[in-house]
């Protein structure tokens, strides 16, 4: 049923747990993983090219290159075959892209848990994922602390 399953991932601990959970379907169905970290740029239009976002996207690539490390030990731990990639844009548009292209099957995300005035303006990535998606999108809460 799944073969190949998109994880997008921020280094979050909502996002580890949609790991969690992406990485044991991929075993159950002996499918290829593929998590991906995107730069969001999105917040940095219009500044000044040289200088300043130079060193934000550097700080932020290396947060992406963490945020994979994980998931991609997690994967080998299970004997899940992982692929990373880093992409650069809009998070939800870059997904959608991302998974159409390499034909997944299913999507595995965590929410960020967003409310209030900062949900209506922004919206959230897994909603816009949600609607665009070619394919089924499993969103992961944060798991409640007990």
């Given at each position: ?94 997904i959608v892209e991302f ?48």
């Amino acid at each position: 049923m799944y073969k190949k399953i998109v994880i997008p991932t921020d280094g979050s601990d909502v996002s580890l747990e949609a790991a969690k959970h992406a990485i044991n379907i991929a075993k159950e169905f002996d499918a290829e993983v593929y998590a991906i970290y995107v730069v969001d740029v999105s917040p940095f239009v219009g500044l000044p090219a040289e200088g300043s976002w130079e060193l934000i996207s550097e700080l932020l690539k290396e947060e992406g290159q963490e945020a994979l490390k994980k998931v991609k030990k997690m994967a080998e731990e299970w004997g899940v075959k992982i692929h990373t990639e880093m992409l650069e844009g809009v998070p939800a548009n870059e997904i959608v892209e991302f998974a159409e292209k390499k034909k997944a099957d299913l999507i595995v995300m965590g929410t960020t848990g967003k409310t209030g005035l900062e949900r209506i303006l922004l919206g959230s990535v897994a909603e816009r994922v949600i609607k665009n998606a070619h394919c089924p999108v499993l969103v992961v809460k944060k798991p409640k602390k007990e």
